[in-house]
T-cell receptor, first 113, second 111 residues
């Protein structure tokens, strides 16, 4: 299994600013992912964080808006750039070990004013 | 491409009565299916998973789900609801390394 922590747990930001969310896993994992959960909605995959190379983004998400880093096998960051109120969401980090199971962090609750 | 449809956005049961949360899936190959639970202001927790082994899958907290290929269903059940079961439940299908989430079912448990 894997235990995932995220920082910050929540934040309130002004529009036009950027926020970087950190994700730390307690063990080496094969894959890491970033999801968004907009208010009252389900989870949507933003991107797969690839270790040592550029992230793989899903349709509708771009690197300029959501730059992602993954410098090693246990850590990743997601930046939400040039924020607007529409970016208010829960952002969740996820990791997959060699098993079938994908584990999730507690989420970062972002409110953009 | 794969998808899941959760047939009920809200389910309300009385404590001690059975729980049924319905999920249908669509997948072009043999799917891996999961149920996750999200309690208020908490992260997602895996309840159970189906990965082409036994069709009746037992999970944590007394939940189980049955994979029925002929009906393309993966309904979640529990014989007796507890107040602590009140949460949002997500049915999830995996295609490759990508998880596709259903829209969620909010379970309410009343005294």
């Amino acid at each position: 299994s894997a235990v995932i922590s995220q920082k910050p747990s929540r934040d309130i930001c002004q529009r036009g600013t950027s926020l970087t969310i950190q994700c730390q896993v307690d063990s080496q994992v094969t894959m890491m992912f970033w999801y968004r959960q907009q208010p009252g909605q389900s989870l949507t995959l933003i991107a797969t964080a690839n270790q040592g190379s550029e992230a793989t983004y899903e349709s509708g998400f771009v690197i300029d808006k959501f730059p992602i880093s993954r410098p090693n096998l246990t850590f990743s960051t997601l930046t939400v750039s040039n924020m607007s109120p529409e970016d208010s969401s829960i952002y969740l980090c996820s990791a997959k070990t060699g098993e079938e199971t994908q584990y999730f962090g507690p989420g970062t609750r972002l409110l953009v004013l | 491409a794969q998808s899941v449809t959760q047939l009920d956005s809200h389910v309300s049961v009385s404590e001690g009565t059975p729980v049924l949360l319905r999920c249908n899936y669509s997948s072009s190959y043999s799917p891996s299916l999961f149920w996750y639970v999200q309690h208020p202001n908490k992260g997602l927790q895996l309840l159970l998973k189906y990965t082409s082994a036994a069709t009746l899958v037992k999970g944590i907290n007394g939940f189980e789900a049955e994979f029925k290929k002929s009906e393309t269903s993966f309904h979640l059940t529990k014989p007796s609801a507890h107040m602590s079961d009140a949460a949002e439940y997500f049915c999830v299908v995996r295609g490759g390394n990508k998880l596709t989430f259903g829209t969620g079912t909010q379970l309410k448990v009343e005294l």
